[in-house]
């Protein structure tokens, strides 16, 4: 089973920026759908941006303007360029790579913003 591991959190002030990205353990030939989601502490997982395999795009309504999902077209895996964050994105970021017969998860990686 592949496995997906995202980097690239930390702790950022307020107006700064992120870029996370998604590594998988192996080869991902195809898919369907990958994205970022995330989870703060008691609350449900939340969208924040998915590429559709035809490159469509669609982003939470809180990060449009501010976050960018792209595809690493090599290995089938997403990143997400964050900026102008603010505190409210503070989370646990995961990504996920889903096609017809597989739905990969990471383990999360920590976003912090605060001054």
């Known amino acids: 089973q592949v496995q997906l591991v995202e980097s690239g959190g930390g702790f950022v002030q307020p107006g700064g920026s992120l870029r996370l990205s998604c590594v998988a353990s192996?080869?991902?030939?195809?898919?369907?759908?990958m994205g970022w989601y995330r989870q703060a502490p008691g609350k449900q997982r939340e969208l924040v941006a998915t590429l559709m395999h035809g490159a469509n795009t669609h982003y939470a309504d809180s990060v449009k303007g501010r976050f960018t999902i792209s595809r690493d077209m090599a290995k089938n895996t997403p990143s997400l360029q964050m900026n102008n964050l603010n505190p409210e994105d503070t989370d646990v970021y995961y990504c996920?790579?889903?096609?017809?017969?597989?739905?990969?998860w990471g383990q999360g990686t920590h976003v912090t913003v605060a001054t």
């Open positions: 996920n790579v889903r096609g017809r017969q597989s739905d990969l």
């Open positions: 192996g080869r991902i030939s195809s898919f369907d759908v």
